[in-house]
């Protein structure tokens, strides 16, 4: 199983980006998809996630601004990320867990990480 991120880049505060991650191998099903990040010198934090039936939550300081969606027929994740500022700047890391495979039993996966960056 392996997870590709995409959609990340420069953007002035006030501004909008979509992340984008899709899960590719021999996957029967998977139970929760979402985003962390990390900033510079900082602890890898949860972001956003969302379930098989669609039940999001999020970290509180992206409440209203990042929508998190899912297309489970193409084992993908969206994240659309409105009025960003430079706080939100940080690699942003997918990951799948309770990835069903024919070969292995529910593991967590994670993606190679974007960089969003936001300043003027």
């Known amino acids: 199983v392996q997870l590709q991120a995409s959609g990340g880049g420069l953007v002035q505060p006030g501004g909008s980006l979509r992340l984008s991650c899709a899960a590719t191998?021999?996957?029967?099903?998977?139970?929760?998809m979402g985003w962390y990040r990390q900033a510079p010198g900082k602890q890898r934090e949860f972001v956003a996630g969302?379930?098989?039936?669609?039940?999001?939550n999020y970290e509180d300081s992206v409440k209203g601004r990042f929508t998190i969606s899912r297309a489970n027929a193409k084992n993908a994740v969206l994240l659309q990320m409105d009025g960003l500022n430079p706080e939100d700047t940080a690699v942003y890391y997918c990951y799948a867990n309770g990835v069903t495979t024919m070969t292995r039993g529910p593991t967590l996966y994670w993606g190679q990480g974007t960089q969003v960056t936001v300043s003027s």
């Open positions: 191998g021999s996957i029967f099903s998977i139970s929760n």
């Open positions: 969302i379930t098989i039936d669609g039940i999001s």
